[in-house]
Protein backbone atom coordinates (compact mmCIF):
# COMPACT_ATOMS: atom_id res chain seq x y z
CA UNK A 1 0.00 0.00 0.00
CA UNK A 2 2.04 3.29 -1.20
CA UNK A 3 0.91 6.12 0.54
CA UNK A 4 0.74 8.98 -1.72
CA UNK A 5 -1.68 9.02 -4.47
CA UNK A 6 -1.07 12.27 -5.95
CA UNK A 7 2.29 14.29 -5.98
CA UNK A 8 2.78 15.97 -2.77
CA UNK A 9 -0.79 14.35 -1.07
CA UNK A 10 -0.96 11.23 1.05
CA UNK A 11 -4.94 10.84 0.94
CA UNK A 12 -6.05 13.78 2.51
CA UNK A 13 -2.60 14.77 4.09
CA UNK A 14 -0.16 16.78 2.65
CA UNK A 15 0.22 19.72 -0.08
CA UNK A 16 2.01 23.22 -0.08
CA UNK A 17 0.39 25.60 1.61
CA UNK A 18 2.97 28.46 1.80
CA UNK A 19 3.43 32.11 1.04
CA UNK A 20 3.54 32.92 -2.72
CA UNK A 21 7.58 33.31 -2.40
CA UNK A 22 8.29 30.36 -1.93
CA UNK A 23 6.38 28.64 -4.56
CA UNK A 24 9.08 29.18 -7.38
CA UNK A 25 11.77 27.88 -4.71
CA UNK A 26 9.59 24.89 -4.10
CA UNK A 27 8.68 24.19 -7.25
CA UNK A 28 12.57 24.28 -8.27
CA UNK A 29 13.79 22.21 -5.55
CA UNK A 30 11.00 19.52 -6.86
CA UNK A 31 12.55 19.68 -10.31
CA UNK A 32 16.66 19.43 -9.07
CA UNK A 33 15.87 16.10 -6.41
CA UNK A 34 13.90 14.16 -9.86
CA UNK A 35 16.88 15.29 -11.84
CA UNK A 36 19.06 14.37 -9.05
CA UNK A 37 17.30 11.28 -8.98
CA UNK A 38 17.92 10.04 -12.54
CA UNK A 39 21.63 10.99 -12.60
CA UNK A 40 24.00 7.87 -11.51
CA UNK A 41 26.36 10.76 -10.79
CA UNK A 42 24.85 12.18 -8.31
CA UNK A 43 23.79 8.72 -6.39
CA UNK A 44 26.94 7.01 -6.98
CA UNK A 45 28.21 9.78 -4.67
CA UNK A 46 25.73 9.56 -2.18
CA UNK A 47 25.94 6.01 -2.11
CA UNK A 48 29.57 6.56 -1.72
CA UNK A 49 29.22 9.00 1.24
CA UNK A 50 26.76 7.40 3.07
CA UNK A 51 29.67 3.96 2.94
CA UNK A 52 32.42 5.84 3.62
CA UNK A 53 31.68 9.05 5.66
CA UNK A 54 28.06 8.39 7.31
CA UNK A 55 29.46 4.43 8.40
CA UNK A 56 26.61 2.96 6.71
CA UNK A 57 25.29 0.29 6.92
CA UNK A 58 24.84 0.39 10.24
CA UNK A 59 24.47 -2.54 12.84
CA UNK A 60 21.39 -4.24 13.11
CA UNK A 61 21.92 -6.02 17.07
CA UNK A 62 19.90 -8.80 18.70
CA UNK A 63 19.79 -7.10 21.98
CA UNK A 64 19.06 -10.40 24.12
CA UNK A 65 19.42 -9.22 27.95
CA UNK A 66 16.35 -6.39 26.57
CA UNK A 67 14.50 -8.98 25.01
CA UNK A 68 14.05 -11.11 28.17
CA UNK A 69 13.27 -8.17 30.09
CA UNK A 70 10.21 -7.31 28.06
CA UNK A 71 8.45 -9.99 27.13
CA UNK A 72 8.42 -10.58 31.39
CA UNK A 73 7.22 -7.38 31.49
CA UNK A 74 4.46 -8.44 29.30
CA UNK A 75 3.24 -11.24 30.67
CA UNK A 76 5.55 -13.60 27.84
CA UNK A 77 8.50 -16.65 28.00
CA UNK A 78 11.82 -15.66 28.02
CA UNK A 79 12.86 -16.02 25.36
CA UNK A 80 9.39 -15.90 23.00
CA UNK A 81 10.17 -12.32 22.08
CA UNK A 82 13.23 -11.27 20.07
CA UNK A 83 14.23 -7.34 19.88
CA UNK A 84 16.40 -6.21 17.09
CA UNK A 85 18.36 -2.55 17.68
CA UNK A 86 18.92 -0.63 14.24
CA UNK A 87 21.70 1.26 15.47
CA UNK A 88 21.49 4.65 13.63
CA UNK A 89 23.37 6.18 16.78
CA UNK A 90 26.39 4.21 15.35
CA UNK A 91 26.13 6.12 12.10
CA UNK A 92 28.35 9.51 12.05
CA UNK A 93 27.53 12.35 14.47
CA UNK A 94 25.24 10.17 16.29
CA UNK A 95 21.32 9.55 14.54
CA UNK A 96 19.72 8.98 11.71
CA UNK A 97 19.55 12.69 10.65
CA UNK A 98 22.79 12.54 8.12
CA UNK A 99 21.52 10.13 6.36
CA UNK A 100 19.18 13.25 4.94
CA UNK A 101 21.55 15.87 5.98
CA UNK A 102 24.31 14.52 3.26
CA UNK A 103 21.17 14.17 0.53
CA UNK A 104 20.03 17.42 0.79
CA UNK A 105 23.14 19.60 1.40
CA UNK A 106 24.49 18.06 -2.04
CA UNK A 107 21.21 19.08 -4.12
CA UNK A 108 22.07 22.24 -2.67
CA UNK A 109 25.55 22.13 -4.28
CA UNK A 110 23.75 20.62 -7.05
CA UNK A 111 21.18 23.60 -7.51
CA UNK A 112 24.44 26.33 -6.56
CA UNK A 113 22.85 27.20 -3.41
CA UNK A 114 25.90 28.54 -1.13
CA UNK A 115 24.03 29.06 1.82
CA UNK A 116 21.89 26.80 4.31
CA UNK A 117 19.31 27.26 6.58
CA UNK A 118 17.82 24.48 9.10
CA UNK A 119 15.66 24.02 11.93
CA UNK A 120 16.64 21.95 14.85
CA UNK A 121 15.08 20.82 17.93
CA UNK A 122 17.10 18.36 19.96
CA UNK A 123 20.07 19.59 18.03
CA UNK A 124 21.42 16.56 16.30
CA UNK A 125 19.15 17.46 12.81
CA UNK A 126 21.23 21.03 13.02
CA UNK A 127 24.44 18.99 13.78
CA UNK A 128 24.13 16.82 10.89
CA UNK A 129 23.46 19.73 8.64
CA UNK A 130 26.94 21.78 9.79
CA UNK A 131 28.82 18.69 9.40
CA UNK A 132 27.16 18.27 6.01
CA UNK A 133 28.19 21.70 5.20
CA UNK A 134 31.53 21.73 6.32
CA UNK A 135 32.01 18.79 4.03
CA UNK A 136 31.03 20.55 1.03
CA UNK A 137 32.23 24.05 2.05
CA UNK A 138 28.72 26.42 2.39
CA UNK A 139 27.80 29.05 4.98
CA UNK A 140 25.59 27.42 7.57
CA UNK A 141 23.04 28.64 9.34
CA UNK A 142 20.79 26.97 12.05
CA UNK A 143 17.37 28.05 13.58
CA UNK A 144 17.07 26.81 17.24
CA UNK A 145 14.61 27.51 20.19
CA UNK A 146 16.33 29.41 23.32
CA UNK A 147 14.45 26.54 25.64
CA UNK A 148 16.31 24.29 23.29
CA UNK A 149 19.39 25.91 23.01
CA UNK A 150 19.99 25.59 26.99
CA UNK A 151 18.81 22.17 27.24
CA UNK A 152 21.20 20.63 24.51
CA UNK A 153 24.10 22.73 24.91
CA UNK A 154 26.62 20.22 23.98
CA UNK A 155 24.75 20.27 20.42
CA UNK A 156 25.10 23.93 19.78
CA UNK A 157 28.59 23.95 20.58
CA UNK A 158 28.93 21.06 18.12
CA UNK A 159 27.20 23.31 15.58
CA UNK A 160 29.26 26.61 16.35
CA UNK A 161 32.73 24.18 16.34
CA UNK A 162 31.41 23.13 12.56
CA UNK A 163 31.40 26.52 12.06
CA UNK A 164 27.54 26.89 11.69
CA UNK A 165 26.05 30.07 13.01
CA UNK A 166 23.14 29.24 15.87
CA UNK A 167 20.33 31.61 16.04
CA UNK A 168 18.47 31.50 19.77
CA UNK A 169 14.36 31.63 18.83
CA UNK A 170 13.08 34.16 21.39
CA UNK A 171 9.55 33.34 20.58
CA UNK A 172 6.69 31.59 21.44
CA UNK A 173 7.34 28.14 23.58
CA UNK A 174 11.53 28.64 22.15
CA UNK A 175 11.03 25.06 20.81
CA UNK A 176 11.10 23.54 17.37
CA UNK A 177 8.01 24.66 16.54
CA UNK A 178 9.28 28.43 16.58
CA UNK A 179 12.65 27.65 15.34
CA UNK A 180 10.79 25.78 12.28
CA UNK A 181 9.04 29.13 12.00
CA UNK A 182 12.43 31.46 11.99
CA UNK A 183 13.50 29.26 9.22
CA UNK A 184 10.52 29.69 6.93
CA UNK A 185 10.47 33.43 7.57
CA UNK A 186 14.32 33.71 6.85
CA UNK A 187 13.75 31.43 3.54
CA UNK A 188 11.04 33.81 2.65
CA UNK A 189 14.03 36.57 2.87
CA UNK A 190 17.07 34.79 0.83
CA UNK A 191 15.46 32.37 -1.18
CA UNK A 192 17.17 32.41 -4.24
CA UNK A 193 20.94 32.02 -2.70
CA UNK A 194 19.46 29.57 0.28
CA UNK A 195 18.26 25.83 0.79
CA UNK A 196 15.65 25.20 3.98
CA UNK A 197 17.17 21.83 4.60
CA UNK A 198 14.10 20.11 6.50
CA UNK A 199 14.89 17.93 9.49
CA UNK A 200 11.60 15.89 8.94
CA UNK A 201 9.34 14.50 6.91
CA UNK A 202 6.75 17.89 7.52
CA UNK A 203 6.20 20.92 5.97
CA UNK A 204 5.30 21.44 2.36
CA UNK A 205 5.40 19.35 -0.96
CA UNK A 206 8.24 17.64 -1.80
CA UNK A 207 9.74 17.62 1.95
CA UNK A 208 7.90 15.19 3.40
CA UNK A 209 8.64 12.85 0.17
CA UNK A 210 12.15 13.98 0.01
CA UNK A 211 13.41 13.24 3.42
CA UNK A 212 11.30 9.91 3.63
CA UNK A 213 12.76 8.80 0.82
CA UNK A 214 16.65 10.00 2.21
CA UNK A 215 15.72 8.30 5.32
CA UNK A 216 14.48 4.83 3.50
CA UNK A 217 17.69 3.84 3.57
CA UNK A 218 17.38 2.81 7.60
CA UNK A 219 14.79 0.31 6.15
CA UNK A 220 16.30 -1.39 3.09
CA UNK A 221 18.87 -2.22 5.27
CA UNK A 222 17.10 -3.27 8.43
CA UNK A 223 14.81 -5.80 6.15
CA UNK A 224 18.28 -7.21 4.19
CA UNK A 225 19.96 -7.63 8.11
CA UNK A 226 17.30 -9.19 9.65
CA UNK A 227 16.00 -11.43 6.80
CA UNK A 228 19.46 -13.05 6.73
CA UNK A 229 19.52 -13.36 10.66
CA UNK A 230 16.05 -15.09 10.56
CA UNK A 231 15.36 -15.95 7.08
CA UNK A 232 11.68 -13.58 8.12
CA UNK A 233 10.48 -10.26 7.82
CA UNK A 234 9.55 -8.87 11.38
CA UNK A 235 6.57 -9.30 13.13
CA UNK A 236 6.54 -5.28 13.83
CA UNK A 237 8.42 -2.45 13.27
CA UNK A 238 8.55 0.27 16.03
CA UNK A 239 9.84 3.81 15.92
CA UNK A 240 9.45 6.76 18.13
CA UNK A 241 7.86 10.32 16.35
CA UNK A 242 7.94 13.67 16.78
CA UNK A 243 7.61 15.21 12.67
CA UNK A 244 8.71 11.33 12.36
CA UNK A 245 11.45 11.09 9.68
CA UNK A 246 13.17 7.88 11.74
CA UNK A 247 9.94 6.45 11.45
CA UNK A 248 9.23 7.31 8.17
CA UNK A 249 12.74 5.55 7.47
CA UNK A 250 12.07 2.31 8.61
CA UNK A 251 8.67 1.94 7.60
CA UNK A 252 9.21 2.92 4.32
CA UNK A 253 10.36 -0.58 2.97
CA UNK A 254 7.68 -2.08 5.15
CA UNK A 255 4.98 0.22 3.60
CA UNK A 256 5.45 0.11 0.09
CA UNK A 257 6.34 -4.21 -0.09
CA UNK A 258 3.30 -5.88 -0.80
CA UNK A 259 4.63 -8.61 0.96
CA UNK A 260 5.07 -6.77 4.10
CA UNK A 261 1.54 -6.18 4.53
CA UNK A 262 1.21 -8.46 7.81
CA UNK A 263 4.06 -6.38 9.11
CA UNK A 264 2.48 -4.36 11.87
CA UNK A 265 3.48 -0.72 12.11
CA UNK A 266 3.95 1.46 15.38
CA UNK A 267 5.10 4.73 15.73
CA UNK A 268 5.20 6.25 19.74
CA UNK A 269 4.71 9.97 20.13
CA UNK A 270 5.25 12.00 23.36
CA UNK A 271 2.69 11.83 26.09
CA UNK A 272 4.65 14.34 28.37
CA UNK A 273 3.02 14.71 31.58
CA UNK A 274 0.16 12.73 30.08
CA UNK A 275 -2.06 13.11 27.02
CA UNK A 276 -5.06 14.21 29.49
CA UNK A 277 -2.98 16.76 30.08
CA UNK A 278 -2.18 20.01 28.45
CA UNK A 279 1.71 19.25 28.15
CA UNK A 280 2.31 16.47 26.05
CA UNK A 281 3.22 16.03 22.56
CA UNK A 282 1.09 13.18 21.33
CA UNK A 283 -0.52 14.81 18.03
CA UNK A 284 -1.50 11.89 16.22
CA UNK A 285 -3.67 10.49 19.65
CA UNK A 286 -5.26 13.55 20.71
CA UNK A 287 -4.74 16.34 17.66
CA UNK A 288 -6.99 17.42 14.85
CA UNK A 289 -6.77 17.86 11.07
CA UNK A 290 -5.23 21.29 10.60
CA UNK A 291 -1.99 22.81 8.42
CA UNK A 292 1.32 23.82 10.22
CA UNK A 293 4.37 24.36 8.58
CA UNK A 294 2.98 24.26 4.53
CA UNK A 295 1.32 21.62 4.85
CA UNK A 296 -2.04 19.86 5.83
CA UNK A 297 -1.82 16.60 8.84
CA UNK A 298 -2.56 16.25 12.39
CA UNK A 299 -1.67 19.27 14.94
CA UNK A 300 -2.43 20.19 18.67
CA UNK A 301 -4.87 23.24 18.06
CA UNK A 302 -7.13 24.38 20.10
CA UNK A 303 -11.27 25.25 18.48
CA UNK A 304 -10.33 28.40 17.21
CA UNK A 305 -7.08 26.47 15.04
CA UNK A 306 -4.41 28.07 17.42
CA UNK A 307 -1.51 26.10 17.81
CA UNK A 308 -0.74 25.11 21.24
CA UNK A 309 2.28 24.32 22.65
CA UNK A 310 3.70 20.88 22.93
CA UNK A 311 5.55 19.74 25.90
CA UNK A 312 8.13 16.33 26.42
CA UNK A 313 11.06 15.79 28.39
CA UNK A 314 12.30 14.92 24.65
CA UNK A 315 13.49 18.06 23.05
CA UNK A 316 13.44 15.98 19.62
CA UNK A 317 9.83 15.09 20.17
CA UNK A 318 8.75 18.47 21.37
CA UNK A 319 6.09 19.39 18.37
CA UNK A 320 2.58 20.08 18.31
CA UNK A 321 2.59 18.48 14.36
CA UNK A 322 3.62 15.19 12.78
CA UNK A 323 4.77 14.53 9.00
CA UNK A 324 1.65 13.96 7.00
CA UNK A 325 2.70 10.59 6.09
CA UNK A 326 1.91 9.74 9.54
CA UNK A 327 -1.45 11.20 9.31
CA UNK A 328 -2.15 8.49 6.63
CA UNK A 329 -0.95 5.74 7.70
CA UNK A 330 -2.66 6.71 11.38
CA UNK A 331 -6.46 7.12 9.41
CA UNK A 332 -5.86 4.08 7.44
CA UNK A 333 -5.02 1.46 10.13
CA UNK A 334 -1.60 0.60 8.30
CA UNK A 335 0.35 2.19 10.99
CA UNK A 336 -0.80 2.17 15.05
CA UNK A 337 0.68 5.24 17.07
CA UNK A 338 1.07 5.43 20.95
CA UNK A 339 2.00 7.55 23.45
CA UNK A 340 4.77 7.09 26.16
CA UNK A 341 4.98 9.63 29.41
CA UNK A 342 8.34 11.51 30.38
CA UNK A 343 8.84 9.14 33.37
CA UNK A 344 7.72 5.81 31.49
CA UNK A 345 10.78 7.21 28.68
CA UNK A 346 13.55 8.09 31.42
CA UNK A 347 12.69 4.82 32.98
CA UNK A 348 12.98 3.40 29.25
CA UNK A 349 16.69 4.77 29.05
CA UNK A 350 18.49 3.47 32.31
CA UNK A 351 16.70 0.10 31.63
CA UNK A 352 18.19 -0.01 28.12
CA UNK A 353 21.56 1.44 29.66
CA UNK A 354 21.54 -1.70 32.20
CA UNK A 355 20.27 -4.23 29.93
CA UNK A 356 22.54 -3.63 27.15
CA UNK A 357 25.11 -1.15 28.17
CA UNK A 358 23.45 1.30 25.63
CA UNK A 359 22.98 5.09 26.46
CA UNK A 360 20.07 5.89 23.52
CA UNK A 361 18.70 9.72 22.62
CA UNK A 362 15.61 10.12 24.86
CA UNK A 363 13.57 10.24 21.83
CA UNK A 364 14.59 6.19 21.27
CA UNK A 365 13.48 5.76 24.74
CA UNK A 366 9.96 6.30 23.80
CA UNK A 367 10.24 3.74 21.25
CA UNK A 368 11.76 1.35 24.11
CA UNK A 369 8.86 2.32 26.80
CA UNK A 370 6.04 1.26 24.56
CA UNK A 371 7.56 -2.09 23.87
CA UNK A 372 5.90 -4.38 26.62
CA UNK A 373 2.64 -2.86 25.44
CA UNK A 374 3.45 -3.19 21.83
CA UNK A 375 4.46 -7.21 22.60
CA UNK A 376 1.09 -7.89 24.39
CA UNK A 377 -1.00 -6.79 21.20
CA UNK A 378 1.13 -8.92 19.39
CA UNK A 379 -0.47 -13.05 18.77
CA UNK A 380 1.88 -15.56 20.08
CA UNK A 381 3.98 -17.41 17.19
CA UNK A 382 4.99 -20.97 18.24
CA UNK A 383 8.63 -19.13 16.58
CA UNK A 384 8.81 -16.26 18.57
CA UNK A 385 8.24 -13.01 17.54
CA UNK A 386 10.80 -10.77 15.91
CA UNK A 387 10.37 -6.69 16.68
CA UNK A 388 12.52 -4.55 14.59
CA UNK A 389 13.22 -0.81 16.67
CA UNK A 390 14.98 1.95 15.26
CA UNK A 391 17.25 3.05 17.50
CA UNK A 392 17.59 6.50 16.28
CA UNK A 393 20.22 8.59 18.20
CA UNK A 394 22.55 8.45 20.72
CA UNK A 395 22.31 10.24 24.44
CA UNK A 396 24.73 11.88 24.80
CA UNK A 397 23.05 15.24 24.31
CA UNK A 398 20.47 14.45 27.11
CA UNK A 399 22.67 13.30 29.86
CA UNK A 400 21.94 16.36 31.52
CA UNK A 401 18.08 16.09 31.29
CA UNK A 402 18.79 12.70 33.00
CA UNK A 403 20.68 13.52 35.67
CA UNK A 404 18.52 16.48 36.50
CA UNK A 405 15.87 14.03 36.60
CA UNK A 406 17.03 11.76 38.65
CA UNK A 407 18.37 14.56 40.93
CA UNK A 408 14.71 15.96 41.30
CA UNK A 409 12.68 12.58 41.45
CA UNK A 410 15.65 10.22 43.82
CA UNK A 411 16.04 8.07 41.23
CA UNK A 412 18.59 4.96 42.03
CA UNK A 413 22.33 5.62 41.15
Known amino acids: MSSPTTAGWFGPFGGRYVAETLVAALDELEAAWRDARADGAF ?6 LLST ?28 IRVWLKREDLAHTGAHKINNTIGQVLLARRMGKPRVIAETGAGQHGVATATACALFGLRCEVFMGELDVARQAPNVLRMELLGAQVHPVRAGSRTLKDAMNEALRDWVTHVR ?27 REARAQLFAATGRSPDAVVACVGGGSNAMGIFATFVDDPGSSAVRLFGVEAAGHG ?54 LRDSGRARYLAVTDSDALA ?11 LCALETAHAIAALPRIVAELPERHEGLDVLVSLSGRGDKDLATVRDWRERTGAAS
Open 275 to 328: IDTNEHAATLSRGSVGVLHGAKSYVLQDEDGQILEAHSISAGLDYPGVGPEHSF
Open 53 to 80: YVGRPTPLYHAERLSDDVARTAGRRAGT
Open 43 to 48: LHELDR
Open 348 to 358: AFSSLARTEGI
Open 193 to 219: TTHYCVGSVAGPHPYPSLVRELQSVIG
